[in-house]
Each structure stands twice: as C-alpha cells, then as structure tokens.
C-alpha cells in the first residue's frame, strides 16, 4: 500500500540537543512538506521541497533544517536554536503537475516533547 | 502568515444532526481542501474543489467552491459519533509557491 511514514510516532529528547524526525513516502510524489501543530492551533509550514536537492524556506523555518537527497525521504531536523520544539510535526506530500496536484496527503506525525 | 477565517471553532451535536461549517477569505483561492483529523493523527483529505460554484459530495459530506472564489462550505448530514474530530480547510490562491493557506479549524463533537 502506498502511503506516508513517519517515525518515531513519540520522541523526547532533552533541551539542547538536535533531533531529526524521519519521513519517507512511496506515493512517487515530487513535493514533500513539513508542518508543526500546537494546541488549538492550525498548520504552519516549516519547510517544503519540490524536487530532490531542492528545498525552500516555509513560515516558520528558523531553527529547523531539512535535507533532501531522494524522492522518497524528506528528514527534518530540529536543532538546539528552536525556542519551543515541543509540537506535533506533520509530514505531507503531493504531486507538482496535474490536475490534484494541490492535494496534500499526511503521515500520522511525530510528537516531539523536549524535556 | 496568512489564515483562513474558519467558523465555528467548536461545535456539539446530537447524532443524526447536520452539521454545516465555513471557511473565508480576504483573497481569492484557486483550490479549497477540506481535511478531517482524529486526536493524534495526520489530517485526511476529504474533499478537494477547484472551480468556483463547485459543489462534491464523497458520502454524507458535501463541499461548496463559493461563487465569489473567496469561501467555501462543508456539510455533514445525519451525523454519527464517528465524525467526531477537528475539520480544517485550506486553500491554495493565484502563483506557484504551493503553500496552502490553512483555517484553525471546526472542533466537533457528536452525542450519540
């Protein structure tokens, strides 16, 4: 079955150090994003890619990275410059050409708390 | 950034009701997106509409492109505890930059 993976679904880390949250997709999507989630809030990009080696900076950028060096593997890494990591971060792909190719399809997230 | 106006923010009904929720715009959007999410999980595309005056069903949901390309409408009839989670919608404008514009969303909550 096609889909989104993220892993670990729960991750703690202390305050200070850098984690990297995984996300991998075999829907053959070109774009690949990440989102973060606070309570009661919406969802706020943090980065995105439209093609391997490719990546641009979304809303909320400042203290993450991402790399992408296959299409089926987008990482992001949460680095000790975040002032609040603790969230619920969301992967997401689609396709860049046709005619639903606006349509995002989610993993099930990762819940970062940092102690 | 920019939000969508999504309203209401919560909702508590009774089963078998209809529910109806909205989204608004300042801008004009090319593409809403209605998602669904369970606590803990990812969001589920439920219904995606791109032409104004659109109207899809996918079950007993059923979504509006408004005429005016600046809202959209979601509707649920005859509700079951199952519809129980947080509905947003997005949508996408004019340009390339593929970030979705996203609403806070409508919490809702069924009575069996």
């Known amino acids: 079955d096609g889909g989104i993976t993220q892993s670990p679904k729960y991750l703690f880390r202390k305050e200070g150090q850098n984690v990297t949250l995984s996300c991998e997709q075999n829907?053959?999507?070109?774009?690949m994003y990440w989102y973060r989630q606070d309570p009661g809030q919406g969802l706020r990009l943090i980065y995105y890619?439209?093609?391997?080696?490719?990546?641009q900076k979304g809303d909320i950028a400042e203290g993450y990275s991402v790399s992408r060096e296959k299409k089926e593997s987008f990482p992001l890494t949460v680095t000790s410059a975040q002032k609040n990591p603790t969230a619920f971060y969301l992967c997401?792909?689609?396709?860049?050409?046709?005619?639903?190719?606006?349509?995002?399809?989610f993993g099930p997230g990762t819940r970062l708390t940092v102690l | 950034g920019q939000q969508l106006n999504q309203s209401p923010q919560s909702m508590f009904i009774q089963e078998g009701e209809d529910v109806s929720m909205n989204c608004t715009s300042s801008s004009i959007f090319n593409t809403w997106l209605w998602y669904k999410q369970d606590p803990g999980e990812g969001p589920v595309l439920l219904i995606a509409?791109?032409?104004a005056g659109e109207l899809t069903s996918n079950g007993r949901l059923t979504a509006q492109f408004g005429i005016t390309r600046k809202d959209s409408f979601l509707n649920i009839s005859a509700s079951i505890p199952s519809d129980v989670g947080i509905y947003f919608c997005a949508g996408l404008g004019a340009g390339n930059n593929r970030k979705l514009i996203w609403g806070l969303g409508t919490s809702l909550a069924v009575n069996p």
């Open positions: 509409l791109y032409k």
């Open positions: 997401a792909s689609s396709l860049v050409t046709g005619p639903s190719y606006n349509e995002q399809f």
């Open positions: 829907l053959n999507h070109d774009a």
């Open positions: 890619s439209q093609i391997v080696n490719d990546f």
